[in-house]
């Protein structure tokens, strides 16, 4: 197995095993679920009380620069952790690295549906995998030669594993608590 394959595998173990299975079924309420209050979500364009709502379509991101993101951050919802892995963990860097057409944060098309959202991130997960795989070993010793990024290759991709790996978790504990929320009193020690 070369380098890019086992690179390939580390993620695509995880999607297999755990972070796809654990998305299927899931439904458009708990896609927007909002656990607490001021989440931040996808929503209907024109109704985002977020300082930015990014997109192109009929859906938008909540969102802020940098400098002013509310503290504490506002937690977020499944549709905004899926779309946050779709557009900011996969879609710009398969468009940096492997081609096709680039992503943008603004002018991206978010999905206003959890099924569109999952047809959206087996797609990019798709061309990610695919591009991971084709790399050689000089690919992944040097810097991408596009892109903001400068490290090598295999830091990138390795950066993508872990950011897929930990969003997927977040997302998979957001889809037990919506499942347990029966009203039970906590038990206190």
Same mark, same amino acid.
């Given at each position: 197995m070369t380098r890019s394959e086992r690179l390939a595998e580390q993620l695509d173990w995880y999607w297999r095993k755990n972070l796809r299975p654990r998305l299927d079924g *899931?439904?458009?309420? /708990?896609y927007f679920w909002e656990p607490v209050r001021d989440c931040w979500s996808i929503r209907p364009r024109g109704t985002s009380a977020a300082p930015t709502a990014e997109g192109s379509g009929e859906w938008t991101l909540d !969102?802020?620069?940098p400098d002013l993101v509310p &503290?504490?951050?506002? =937690? &977020?919802t499944i549709a905004w952790r *899926?779309?946050?892995?779709i557009v900011s963990c996969l879609g710009y860097r398969v468009g940096w690295y492997f081609g096709g057409q680039d992503v943008d944060s603004r002018t991206f098309p978010y999905a206003g549906t959890a099924d569109e959202a999952l047809k959206q991130l087996d797609e990019m997960y798709g061309r990610w995998n695919a591009? =991971? $795989? $084709? *790399?050689s070993d000089a690919d992944l010793?040097?810097?991408p030669a596009v892109g903001? /990024? $400068?490290f090598p290759m295999e830091n990138r991709v *390795? !950066?993508?594993n872990r950011e897929l790996i930990h969003h997927g978790a977040e997302i998979s504990l957001l889809r037990d608590l919506y499942r347990r929320q029966d009203g039970a009193v906590p038990h206190r020690i």
């Open positions: *899931l439904t458009d309420e /708990e !969102h802020a620069s &503290t504490p951050a506002p =937690v &977020t *899926l779309a946050h892995i591009g =991971v $795989r $084709r *790399l010793d040097d810097p903001p /990024e $400068r *390795l !950066h993508v």
